[in-house]
């Protein structure tokens, strides 16, 4: 399914993100958002893609789609195909927003939800219309970049409407996984908080520091995670034998009192300062939006070596990054003949005015 103009409700890191993904796909995005300062931070994350996206494609970018700021969630979703709404994670606001999408969106509209832990069966609740059309369409920061999105159908979610999504965000350089089965938090984020509920303990703990922890991550597991997951990885950890050696000797481990993940520790107001102390430390010598680029350079500079690999078809995230691409500078050539008109006719003017500036002492 190709779409033609989408909204974005809410436009926060996520949402920003989401905008800019569109935008830069030649896609039109009409956003709302009643934070008096959305426009500047929409723009912040617009300048950080646009960055990204030159580096990704250094010979032009496609021509980017009309950002429009409606007044009403009513003007932004009005004729819009795809609406992703990514308002804060309180599931009364949930149904204000998702209820007014579905008494104004087209009815054919799909409509994805970012959240990162609520069931779409809990917010289908407050859409009278066609709840049916509702799916959870989880990304993962940066939106503009990283390619995964989770997507989750509710109860009452059609499975055409899940079929669409995935075409929906596939058409726009994106990995959509279904999960099979309605959870609260899906996969993705299961997994990261419990990581971090044991980064916590360890840091609290004071076994090691913020940064210790994170140079752990990234030093080591991290960039395996990068281009395989935990199960092929451990896989390859078995040796000839595979998976099956690998459980037989790592199994036990299971039972032993390695984790605290059934366990949290208290939130107060002594761990956060512990944490948050730490983390200037690690990284108060930069600013956020230099973080930004960094982390922005690292993943285009790795999708780019992972692109590479597989005889030049990539690998992973790799072997996307090269589709995507290719269909970005697809669209960018798009740009070539109005671009060439504009020369012609230039070279045309050029070619008139040459009697007058064969003149000398002449000035025009």
Not at 157 to 163: G, K, Q, Y
Not at 295 to 317: C, F, H, P, T, Y
Request: hydrophobic share 45%.
């Amino acid at each position: 399914m190709t779409i033609s103009k989408a909204a974005c409700i809410g436009g926060g890191v996520i949402g920003a993100g989401w905008v800019a993904r569109l935008l830069l796909n030649g896609i039109d995005v009409a956003i709302y958002d009643p934070d008096p300062e959305a426009k500047r931070k929409v723009g912040e994350v617009m300048k950080g893609a646009r960055r990204a996206y030159k580096k990704m494609l250094p010979n032009g970018l496609p021509k980017e789609g009309r950002l429009t700021f409606a007044r009403t969630i009513a003007d932004a979703v009005a004729d819009a195909d795809f609406i992703q709404e990514s308002v804060p994670e309180r599931l009364d606001l949930k149904h204000r927003v998702l209820a007014e999408i579905d008494l104004h969106a087209p009815a054919n509209s799909i409509v994805g939800s970012s959240t990162s832990g609520i069931k779409p069966t809990d917010m289908q609740v407050a859409m009278k219309k066609h709840p049916e059309r509702l799916v959870v369409g989880h990304p993962f920061n940066p939106v503009y970049l990283l390619p995964l999105v989770e997507i989750v159908g509710g109860e009452q979610t059609f499975p055409e409407a899940i079929e669409v999504a995935k075409e929906i965000y596939a058409s726009i350089g994106m990995k959509p996984v279904v999960i099979r089965k309605e959870i609260e938090a899906f996969v993705g984020d299961r997994l990261l908080e419990a990581a971090w509920r044991e980064a916590l303990w360890l840091v609290k703990d004071g076994i090691c520091s913020v940064e210790e922890l994170d140079d752990i991550m990234r030093y080591s597991f991290g960039i395996r995670w990068a281009q395989m997951g935990m199960f092929q990885v451990y896989r390859v950890a078995g040796g000839e034998a595979g998976m099956r050696h690998f459980m037989a000797q790592f199994g036990p481990c299971l039972k032993w009192p390695w984790t605290k993940l059934m366990d949290v520790p208290e939130f107060n107001d002594e761990l956060v300062d512990l944490i948050a102390t730490q983390s200037d430390e690690q990284s108060g010598k930069w600013s956020i939006r230099e973080l930004e680029k960094i982390r922005d350079d690292n993943l285009v500079a790795i999708m780019e070596a992972l692109s590479r690999q597989n005889k030049g078809r990539g690998w992973g995230a790799g072997e996307l990054y090269n589709g995507y691409t290719k269909q970005l500078s697809g669209l960018a050539a798009k740009k070539a003949p109005a671009l060439k008109s504009k020369a012609q006719k230039s070279a045309a003017t050029a070619k008139a005015a040459k009697p007058v500036k064969a003149v000398k002492g002449k000035k025009r």
